[in-house]
């Protein structure tokens, strides 16, 4: 009889962490850990993707053409794209816009194709699945536009934050 009250509370013990684990996403709240500090975590996080854009060499210089934007390969889905810069132009212009572009696949991507991240003001882009699976159009670049990039200083990051699966 103890055995079977014993056993009875243990599972309902087991029952209630389950729930938690599956309501929070994480043992984070009922154990005080984060998942990363748990042996075998509990669920798949998507970590953020980050592209560094420099403000010298991830230009598109317009004075002489010189156009060597960053590039990162993203699948298909919906993200929350964000921006954070220490870029300046002429060494004391605070640059806070990076301009991130993907292939249009013929003009057939009704997502969009051509974006302007500011910092503080984060965007939704949608990546739809291109023509082909080739690297360049599953990619993202990402550049400053200037007139003369050579006395430029730093570098914005972007973080591309995937929140959801493309329509």
């Not at 509370?9 to 994480?26: D, K, N």
């Not at 929350?80 to 249009?104: C, E, L, M, P």
């Not at 991507?109 to 991240?117: A, L, R, S």
């Amino acid at each position: 009889m103890v055995m079977k009250i014993a056993s009875k509370r243990f599972l309902m013990a087991v029952g209630i962490i389950l729930l938690l684990i599956y309501t929070t996403g994480s043992l984070e709240s009922t154990y005080g850990q984060t998942d990363s500090e748990l042996s075998h975590p509990v669920t798949a996080q998507v970590a953020p993707l980050k592209l560094t854009v420099n403000a010298i060499d991830n230009v598109l210089n317009i004075k002489d053409g010189y156009f060597n934007p960053a590039k990162m390969l993203l699948e298909e889905g919906i993200y929350k794209v964000s921006v954070k810069s220490s870029a300046n132009f002429a060494g004391t212009n605070y640059v806070d816009k990076v301009v991130i572009t993907r292939t249009t696949c013929g003009g057939k991507n009704p997502k969009g194709w051509y974006w302007v991240v500011e910092e503080n003001d984060p965007i939704y882009i949608e990546i739809t699945q291109p023509c082909t699976w080739n690297d360049d159009e599953r990619s993202v670049y990402a550049f400053f536009i200037d007139v003369w990039r050579l006395d430029n200083t730093g570098s914005a990051t972007l973080t591309f934050q995937k929140i959801g699966c493309s329509q």
